[in-house]
């Protein structure tokens, strides 16, 4: 579904991104993981068309993407929450969700039931303002955001970061379910290994621009790993 080949990418004149080479299939979870400032964030970002690579090729469904915009790889299905969450603290939730939709020219947008489903706890929260939630309401109404635009792929960068560890299992059903739905596959940064882990078919890691190590799940030795990860 996804194909990144040999992406190398910059800031102005710092190469970043060395030679990064990362598939997700359909319907898979797959994880990249790696220290701070390794990269991850700028992959996400090259993939949504935020920055443009100077070499190296991203493929979505077969299609070469490379050179379009970040709103036609939108529309063809490729959903970001990025780090940090980035919802709007002074609309309601209500307001929050609907804008995904009216950015997509959907007239007089309504929100679909089945994203109640996944997030139960947001239909309370309709008009509240975003700003007013809770760091993991933050987060769960960041990905719902995305959600409703019905994307194939979705990035998601590191959405349990400043999350109270109690509720990051919320954000691990989320996911979860999303997996089980089987339609969304899910392209998932993140720093905590086992929550990483438990949620991925197949895992990457960085290291200074680049993947140094990757497995499928199942088969991998977390030794070496934990090995890239450990401080
Ligand atoms: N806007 C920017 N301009 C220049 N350098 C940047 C910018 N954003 C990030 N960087 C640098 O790019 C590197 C990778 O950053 P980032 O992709 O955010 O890493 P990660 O998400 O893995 O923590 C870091 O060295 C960071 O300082
Ligand atoms: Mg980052």
Partial sequence: MLSIKEVHC???DTVI???VNIEVGKGQVVSLMGRNGVGKTTLLKTIMGILKPFKGSIYFNDEDITTLSS???ALKGIGYVPQGRDIF???TVMENLLIGLEARGIKNPSIPEGI?????ALRDLLQRRGGDLSGGQQQQLAIARVLITEPKLL???EPTEGIQPSVVFEIENTIRFIKE???VSV???EQFMEFALRLSDYCYVMEKGTVVFEGAVNELDREELQSHLAI
């Fill in 10 to 12: 910059a800031y102005a």
């Fill in 17 to 19: 991104l060395r030679d």
């Fill in 71 to 73: 709103e036609i790889r």
């Fill in 89 to 91: 603290p002074h609309l």
């Fill in 116 to 120: 109640f489903e996944l997030f139960p």
């Fill in 155 to 157: 990035l998601l960068d």
């Fill in 181 to 183: 739905q089987g339609n």
């Fill in 187 to 189: 392209l998932l940064v």
